[in-house]
């Protein structure tokens, strides 16, 4: 079993559609990531949460470490926010940046 | 401020050859981590170095190597390239080693074996 489970794997929504993607780990974390990768391959860090919840635009996520999961969500989804979501988790046994990560979701928005 | 570059982005070699990836850091930053990606293990931790020194490194063999300059500019090294090692290759680095540092990711190196 994997430490980072992501769900879906894949998902389409219409534009305008409320999308959630879920992560659940197994380890004891002191940071969780969600990351957005497009086609070409480049990843932008959207959020780096340890407790709570926080918002940046459309993007909101949050975190539950007593249940040990994080919910990613996008309001109003566009097509532009097609591309591949992932979460990774920094485990608090290590000490330095190295991070494991999820198998990623890969969201499609249509028109 | 300038992003984490990455040299050279794309790159193809043979089987048995050796190949060396470049990484350059956000200014200021001083850890370096570097990643692979594959479409069947998704990505993975290779190893960090902060101030010169390998601080964690990952499950790989030791034909993958690294190191990391005075002016935090980190290389990695891949010898005796396997068909396996085709991957795209992500360095990140961030301020230091703390939970709280955010990393930041480079563009990638997209390596393929032949």
């Known amino acids: 079993k994997n430490e980072v489970e992501q769900s879906p794997q894949n998902l389409t929504a219409q534009e305008g559609e409320f999308i959630t993607i879920n992560c659940s780990y197994s380890?004891?974390?002191?940071?969780l990531h969600w990351l957005q990768q497009h086609p070409g391959g480049g990843i932008v860090s959207l959020f780096m949460l340890s407790s709570g919840k926080k918002k940046h635009g459309r993007l909101i996520a949050t975190i539950n470490i007593q249940e040990k999961h994080s919910s990613l969500h996008i309001t109003a989804s566009h097509p532009r926010d097609s591309a591949v979501y992932i979460c990774a988790v920094r485990s608090q046994e290590t000490s330095g940046s190295r991070l494991t990560f999820g198998e990623g979701t890969q969201l499609t928005v249509n028109p | 401020k300038a992003g984490v570059t990455q040299t050279p982005r794309y790159l193809i070699k043979t089987r048995g050859q050796q190949v060396t990836l470049s990484c350059s850091p956000i200014s200021g930053h001083r850890s370096v981590s570097w990643y692979q990606q594959t479409p069947g293990q998704g990505l993975q931790f290779l190893f960090e170095y902060f101030s010169e020194t390998q601080r964690n490194k990952g499950n790989f063999p030791g034909r993958f190597s690294g190191r990391q300059f005075s002016n935090s500019r980190s290389e990695m090294n891949v010898s005796t390239l396997e068909l396996g090692d085709s991957a795209l290759y992500l360095c990140?680095?961030?301020f230091g080693m703390g939970f709280q540092n955010e990393q930041f990711f480079g563009p990638g190196t997209r390596l393929t074996v032949l």
């Open positions: 380890v004891g974390i002191s940071a």
């Open positions: 990140a680095s961030s």
